[in-house]
């Protein structure tokens, strides 16, 4: 991919006569422009913003009948193994996701750009692959191959599971992130008797720091809000990650679902993706603009 | 590319220590790229065979396999009660969802493209949606959408557009424009963003030209924008169509497959062959293998065409 502009303006000239034209009654111009977009603004906000204050506010058949407060996050924390337990599932079928993708996308990105060896684009074509095979499909045959393995219902096979879908982007992007580094950089290390593994960990390792974040954002975000393999793949109750937690929640009490304690519930599910994103932001924009999308 | 590098020092050595150097580049090679290899043929390239094997086989959710019974789960799956209506519902879905979404997320990435304070604040708001998980969003819909906690009938009451609620999941039509919506919530961002890459990707001289030659902006954005965005608008529709094909979390959550079996998509089918009472692992190998054959097919169907216009 081309260097982005982070502004295209492809009619500057004409935009800008425009502006020159109508500029004493340029207010009057812009005025349903801003009540449009800004109106558009809220309709994307809206949604979130309403979950997270319709959690706190009082509300009839929910543990917060009555003035503002925690009421249904106690509700939450409190439901079968406890709230934590769920988050702490999450945290751990999400860092090991992490930790494997980006191990696996080092090690292999590093291959795939810098040495040449039998089978080199054969095992890159076939990992692009799994794109190209849908997700949903691939998780019956997996449940049984768990199964054989002794992963069946275990985290960490969740977590090889979740690791082998992000493969095809996380490969790509550190393939192309290799690439992007000067060969010059590790060669003068491999001249001065550095091996290939030191070269990597003390030179390439800085050098391909963002092209890591992004992968690891991409990989987190995923993991964390995964629903169906682990609907699939996790049969012990007590195991279950948060979105499934949060989604078995509602059908507790036949018939009545607790509205407080979903809302809480899904607040406590966007809130670290909101963070991470808003933090991260460049960093997501950079998978788009990589062309990784595009394998 | 990486090609063997060859330092300076290695050219002038004899050709034996050359090769022998060649050797070990590619053992490394090999060495580093293992992680990878393993796991794409343990949970890849062993599944997708598994799949095949399970499809053809009598294979219980608790009895395992039981042998060869071709084509029992084929015929089985082409005879299931609800496979014809998940075929119609699911297309039907797929294509209202990827002409609404594609069209509004060309709409918000011509309207976002410039680089300003307020458009950035923009294309945060518009993306912010994205970061959330299809699940936890369906979660929210679920609520927001509910007659006890929902916000929008009691507004819509007290400004007199509406007399009785809306049941927004109550009637198959309304259940699938309320699951509409929650999508293009949920991904217009993201093919905003894929959209505004390509848009970007368009040099200004083209822009320049056509003004030059005195085009309207309907006429540059006919005939400049659209045909040279193609690429980038064929690998959004691609996504979108194989997305919404195997749509599953959002109807899983909301409706249920509900009111009356109406909203049901194929991956639910496969779903419940495999778990939620026939426990028929068979009969659900063999659904994964026709979606797999027709994804695939429409995918190449795509590929084709892209191909064909572009030569």
């Not at chain 1, 909101?274 to 990589?290: A, K, T």
């Amino acid at each position: 991919m081309t260097a982005m502009q982070p502004t295209t303006t492809p009619k500057p000239t004409t935009s800008e006569d425009a502006r020159r034209r109508v500029s004493p009654f340029r207010p009057l111009v812009r005025t349903p422009y801003y009540v449009l977009t800004g109106g558009l603004a809220i309709i994307f906000l809206f949604p979130l913003v309403w979950a997270a204050v319709a959690s706190v506010s009082p509300q009839g058949g929910t543990n917060q009948a009555n003035g503002w407060g925690f009421g249904n996050y106690v509700t939450l924390a409190n439901y079968q193994s406890g709230v934590v337990a769920y988050i702490g599932n999450s945290l751990i079928i999400s860092s090991l996701t992490v930790v494997f993708t980006l191990a696996i996308s080092l090690l292999g990105g590093y291959a795939f750009a810098r040495f040449s060896f039998p089978g080199k684009n054969l095992l890159f074509m076939v990992t692009l692959a799994i794109l190209m095979v849908p997700y949903a499909t691939l998780l019956i045959p997996l449940y049984v191959l768990l199964n054989k393995l002794g992963l069946q219902g275990s985290l960490v096979g969740l977590a090889c599971v979740l690791t082998m879908f992000q493969l095809p982007f996380a490969t790509f992007m550190m393939r192309i992130s290799f690439e992007a580094v000067p060969k010059e950089l590790e060669e003068s290390a491999l001249v001065d008797g550095c091996g290939t593994f030191s070269a990597l960990v003390r030179i390439l390792v800085p050098a391909v720091k963002p092209g890591l974040i992004t992968v690891g954002l991409f990989a987190f975000l995923a993991a964390w809000n995964d629903f169906i393999a682990p609907l699939i793949l996790i049969s012990d109750s007590t195991k279950v990650p948060l979105p499934l937690a949060v989604a078995n929640m509602r059908q507790q009490v036949m018939g009545i679902v607790d509205y407080g304690a979903t809302q809480a519930g899904v607040v406590v599910l966007a809130l670290p993706c909101v963070i991470l994103f808003l933090l991260l932001q460049r960093h997501y924009v950079r998978g788009f603009m990589s062309g990784a999308l595009k394998g | 590319m990486a090609t063997t590098t060859i330092t300076p020092s290695a050219a002038a050595a004899p050709r034996r220590r050359r090769v022998s150097r060649v050797r070990r580049r590619a053992a490394l090679g090999w060495a580093y790229a293992s992680p990878t290899g393993v796991f794409v043929v343990v949970f890849f390239i062993l599944p997708v065979v598994l799949v095949g094997q399970m499809s053809v086989s009598d294979w219980g959710l608790f009895a395992g396999n039981k042998g060869i019974n071709a084509p029992d789960n084929f015929t089985a799956a082409f005879a299931a009660a609800h496979f014809w209506p998940a075929i119609v519902f699911t297309l039907k879905y797929t294509v209202v969802t990827t002409v609404i979404l594609l069209g509004l997320a060309l709409a918000l990435a011509l309207l976002v493209q410039e680089s300003n304070r307020w458009k950035n604040l923009l294309r945060t708001a518009i993306l912010v949606p994205s970061a959330l998980g299809l699940a936890s969003a369906s979660l929210l819909f679920y609520a927001l959408y509910s007659p006890q906690s929902g916000p929008i009938n009691p507004w819509l009451q007290s400004l007199g557009v509406v007399t009785e609620p809306i049941s927004f999941l109550g009637t198959a039509t309304s259940a699938l424009w309320s699951t509409v919506f929650l999508i293009v919530w949920r991904f217009a961002g993201f093919y905003m963003l894929l959209l505004m890459v390509g848009l970007q990707g368009i040099s200004g001289d083209v822009y320049e030209a056509a003004r030059i030659d005195g085009a309207g902006r309907w006429q540059t954005f006919t005939r400049i924008t659209l045909p040279l965005l193609r690429p980038s608008l064929a690998l959004c529709t691609i996504l979108c169509i194989t997305g919404s094909l195997l749509a599953f979390d959002q109807f899983f959550i909301l409706t249920k497959g509900g009111p009356d079996n109406t909203t049901i998509t194929i991956v639910q089918l496969i779903y419940s062959a495999a778990f939620a009472g026939r426990n028929n692992l068979g009969l659900a190998a063999a659904l994964s293998v026709i979606v797999l054959a027709a994804l695939l097919l429409i995918n190449l169907v795509q590929f084709r065409g892209l191909r064909g216009k572009d030569s």
